[in-house]
């Protein structure tokens, strides 16, 4: 049975206010045969996708969990948890709105303990990507919103009038790893003293005209990135505090799961996949089970362009009954060794 439950709403079964985008949900679920590889889900065992999106690993997830098991789905926008709820229908899945940083909260305001396995794919879901009023992509005009929860926090038009240049610059070069940000933090608020910037094709324009664009060398080589997508990164992860949320989830992370328990994350950018890397590598909280991060092939890219750019790790929180040296770190792809 569905179980939908809204932030501050206690009862398990609610319905949801949003509207789903319309028709069926244009997100494909990345690696998802590494994913079920790396969590290894059992019938009767109790996981958690912090990021439910348009709900492509959690059916994957319910459908091994079973009857007798039990998956809790997470996200901050009530309208993938509308877009999921027809794609989990019949499944045994409890959904609720907040941010996967709200974990430890979410399973104690469920009666849930502990966990079996906790999936988090950081990744924007192509559905709000592709939607122009969320203000995440510069395909088209837009207003300039950014935030992951309609409802909550202030929109990156809103950001870029608050900060100074020097803000402006730090957080486009922090977070959008841009060389240029000092220039286009300049632009941003001689701008805006003439007027505001507000639409997400103002910004981009004004973006391309700070950051030259190398020519195209050689038909081997890949086209450039548009100028303005470090930028706009950088805004959606301020905007989203994208960054301070998974370094929360990170420590709160081997408590949420029982041990012996597996999460798996997905990163889709080295800010993120850094963090991760180093949090499973404390070896007094997890056992490694990916020294390096899985990443999808030709034929996966090819069908989904998105999947490129994507690392998953994985880690098991040990446990102290067991013996460390013969653990079974099987994955699918490999099997764990202890290191020496």
């Known amino acids: 049975m569905l179980h939908l439950v809204l932030p501050r709403v206690y009862p398990l079964t609610c319905t949801m206010n949003s509207q789903p985008p319309g028709g069926e949900p244009r997100h ?30 959690s059916r994957l997830l319910a ?14 926008d009530a309208t993938m948890l509308a877009l999921a709820a027809s794609r989990l229908e019949g499944l045994p899945v409890t959904l609720l709105q907040g941010n996967f940083d709200e974990l430890p909260d979410a399973l104690a305001r469920l009666g849930v303990t502990a966990v ?4 988090a794919d950081l990744g924007v879901c192509s559905d709000q990507l ?34 100074s240049e020097r803000e402006l610059a ?13 220039r286009i933090a300049r632009r941003i608020v001689e701008t805006r003293r003439a007027s505001p910037l507000e639409t997400t094709d103002q910004l981009a324009e004004l973006v391309r005209r700070c950051v030259p664009r190398p020519p195209r060398k050689g038909a081997w080589k890949k086209a450039p990135i548009d100028p303005a997508t470090r930028t706009f990164q950088a805004l959606r992860i301020a905007v989203n505090d994208e960054l301070g949320a ?28 850094r963090r991760v890397k180093q949090a499973f590598r404390d070896r007094t909280r997890w056992q490694e089970l990916t020294r390096k991060p899985v990443q999808a092939g ?9 999947a490129r750019s994507a690392k998953l790790r994985a880690a098991i929180r040990p446990d102290p009954r067991a013996n460390e040296t013969t653990q079974d770190g099987h994955v699918g792809w490999r099997r764990s060794r202890p290191r020496t």
């Open 28 to 57: 494909l679920s990345v690696l998802p045969a590494e994913v079920m590889a790396a969590l290894d889900p059992q019938p009767g065992q109790v996981f958690v996708d912090a990021t439910v999106g348009a709900g492509g690993h």
């Open 63 to 76: 459908e091994r969990l079973g009857p007798t098991g039990r998956l809790i789905g997470m996200d901050r």
């Open 116 to 119: 079996d396995g906790v999936l």
């Open 130 to 163: 592709d939607a122009a009023e969320r203000g995440f992509s510069f395909g088209q005009s837009a207003p300039l919103d950014m935030r992951l929860d309609a409802d909550d926090g202030e929109t990156a038009a809103q950001l870029l009038r608050r900060l």
């Open 170 to 182: 730090d957080l486009i070069w922090t977070y959008g790893e841009e060389r240029f940000s000092r």
């Open 246 to 273: 998974l370094e929360r989830l990170l420590v709160a992370l081997p408590e949420c799961l029982r041990p012996g328990g597996r999460a798996a994350l997905i990163s889709f950018h080295s800010l993120e996949d």
């Open 298 to 306: 030709e034929e996966e890219v090819a069908r989904n362009p998105r």
